[in-house]
């Protein structure tokens, strides 16, 4: 049974940075594509942020710049990094584990069908 498990989110002043953590269990994470997605109160959840299996890495076109999508194989764990943050960025963060390829197109790594698996997520609030 996979099991993913996120942690790091909290309260963070305005500009400030946080590291989330997904943590896998029941898989082998070096077979699966994680992506990280958010859910703002009263909206839908969108993709943030992709990295495949073999390393390739999307970003969703309204984050570039300030997240960094990291993955540790050895330690069942995937990772994202944000900086700069702003109130508009809190909301729950998910992450999910798929198995695709690395060469479809990015649109593909967006979508939340594309992914089987999900965390319960951890929340983010961005406030001062």
């Known amino acids: 049974q996979v099991q993913l498990v996120e942690s790091g989110g909290g309260l963070v002043q305005p500009g400030g940075s946080l590291r989330l953590s997904c943590e896998a269990a029941g898989v082998t994470l070096e077979d699966y594509g994680i992506g990280w997605f958010r859910q703002a109160p009263g909206k839908q959840r969108e993709a943030v942020s992709s990295?495949?299996?073999?390393?390739?890495?999307i970003y969703a076109s309204s984050v570039q710049g300030r997240l960094t999508i990291s993955r540790d194989n050895a330690k069942i764990t995937a990772y994202l990094e944000m900086n700069s943050l702003e109130t508009e960025n809190t909301a729950v963060y998910y992450c999910?584990?798929?198995?695709?390829?690395?060469?479809?197109?990015?649109?593909?790594?967006?979508?939340?069908?594309?992914?089987?698996?999900w965390g319960q997520g951890t929340q983010v609030t961005v406030s001062s």
């Open positions: 999910a584990a798929g198995q695709f390829g690395s060469y479809l197109i990015n649109n593909y790594y967006l979508r939340r069908s594309s992914y089987r698996h």
């Open positions: 990295i495949t299996k073999d390393g390739r890495i």
